[in-house]
């Protein structure tokens, strides 16, 4: 038997080697594949982004206005180009390019642009400008353009309601900043000097007013219902000053007294918060399994109506009960009322050749800036208006703040990573190498 050359041998393997390594090669650029492997998934966007990357059916491009060199962040395009590629590897068609503002002064003027790395995102022939660049923001501008309709949201005012460009703890400004990033005009409006709700009102939003609403008001808001108007209706506990008529108009009722929660307060929250966490099967909460909390809450009730079609949106204090005698009391089986109760209703119906939608809530203060940023609250009230808006497509849970990642370590531990890393470990590694050496040669 012949004998191969050792020297053949190894020719032979590295050849098998260079030939395994440019079929896979071949594989990766085929069929490319990233698992991200980091604590806080530091290398993927959030779910809230990549379903706005699957809104946009086309071509996206993005024009960077940024030197090569910045005194502060040094190689900016190198950063931008890194964070773009998130996006492209969801979608392949975002085309990235730069123009340096300096050498090309002509083109930043027709551009409008005011600074150095500002970016113009296109698509759809519209167009957003952005500054500050993170995830949030260009999240936001592809949702936007995403939203072509031009969707215009009414708030009732002139009564003492919670504002949705308001700034104060008991209004909405939270919610009314994460519409208008979705591409939603917002506008107050005052029934006592305007004739009609606006026709090219998308939808209405009425929370609770601290005077009573004038009749005329009340038949102006009537009207709009009778003509099909979209309505989100945030109810506090407390008397409804003049809108009893829209909720016997509605078939909705609401029992005495306010929500109590027992899970609420096992969870160390305020007494007169209850937790939403059942979530019946409707568009507003698909994939929808976050907590949300409602603070003095007031339970709905649904008269039976051949003319709507009533759907509860969210359930509550499965273990609690509705008091009206207040809430630091124990169960009383001869007064109180026992849960579980629903917190919030959907109601549709066919008017004017088109379908009509309806959300009533038992609390005003669920969506309130003091109160929004609690578990899903902001997410379920975009939910409410994008279902209401005839947006289904931008149902989605917003991108939440991921994990601190970041590692604390005192002097003295920093101390000893440093020794170790850069004395004891290149140490070791000699004292093995020598070893290796001394019983190869003995």
């Keep these: 038997m012949t004998r191969i050359p050792p020297l053949l041998k190894r020719i032979v393997s590295l050849l098998l080697v260079l030939a395994a390594a440019g079929v896979l090669f071949q594989l990766a650029a085929r069929y490319p594949a990233h698992w991200d ?40 395009r190198k950063l931008i180009r890194e964070f773009v590629s998130l996006y492209q590897r969801y979608k392949p068609d975002i085309s990235l390019a730069f123009v340096d503002p300096v050498k090309d002064a002509e083109a930043m003027r027709k551009a409008s642009i005011k600074g150095n790395g500002e970016m113009v995102v296109e698509f759809g022939g519209r167009s957003e400008h952005l500054v500050t660049l993170n995830e949030q923001t ?26 949705l460009d308001g700034l104060a703890n008991h209004d909405l400004g ?20 305007a004739q009609d709700v606006p026709s090219n009102a998308s939808m209405l939003l009425l929370t609770h007013p601290q005077t009573k609403l004038m009749p005329g008001e009340i038949g102006k808001l009537q009207r709009y219902l009778d003509n099909g108007g979209n309505l989100l209706w945030l109810v506090d506990a407390e008397p409804l ?20 929660d027992p899970a609420a ?49 969210i359930e509550g204090a499965a273990r609690g009960w509705v008091s009206d005698h207040g809430i630091g009391r124990r169960f009383d089986k001869n007064r ?47 939910n409410m208006v994008n279902w209401l808006a005839n947006e289904e497509r931008l149902i989605t849970i917003r991108p939440h703040a991921a994990k601190d990642g970041r590692i604390a ?14 004395v004891l470990l290149p140490l070791l590694l000699v004292a093995v190498g020598t070893m290796q050496w001394w019983r190869r040669k003995h």
Excluded: C
Aim: charged share 15%.
């Design 241 to 260: 000053r003049g809108m009893e008529a829209l909720a016997e108009k509605l078939g909705i009722t609401f029992i005495p007294g306010i929500v109590v």
């Design 265 to 313: 307060q096992e969870m160390n929250a305020p007494p007169n918060w209850t937790i939403g966490n059942g979530y019946p099967p409707h568009p507003v909460t698909r994939n929808f399994d976050l907590i949300t909390v409602f603070p003095d809450a007031k339970a709905l009730g649904v008269e039976p109506n051949d003319e709507w079609q009533a759907h509860t949106l």
């Design 409 to 422: 370590l005192s002097k003295r531990q920093l101390s000893i990573l440093s020794v170790s890393f850069l």
């Design 174 to 193: 939270e919610l009314g900043g994460r519409l208008k990033q979705l591409g939603y005009r917002i506008s107050s409006l005052n029934l006592s000097v």
């Design 138 to 163: 260009l999240s936001g501008a592809l949702l936007r353009l995403a939203h072509n309709k031009d969707q215009l949201l009414m708030f009732l005012g002139g009564h003492g309601e919670r504002k």
């Design 336 to 382: 109180d009322i026992p849960g579980p109760v629903n917190l919030a209703i959907a109601l549709q119906r066919n008017v004017n050749d088109r379908e009509q939608r309806i959300i009533v809530a038992g609390s005003g203060a669920f969506l309130a800036n003091v109160y929004s940023g609690n578990g899903g609250n902001l997410d379920l009230g975009i």
């Design 37 to 76: 492997v980091t604590q806080n998934a530091l290398n993927s966007l959030e779910p809230g982004s990549v379903d706005a990357l699957a809104l946009l059916q086309g071509p996206v491009k993005i024009t960077v206005y940024a030197t090569e060199q910045d005194a502060q962040v040094g190689d900016m």
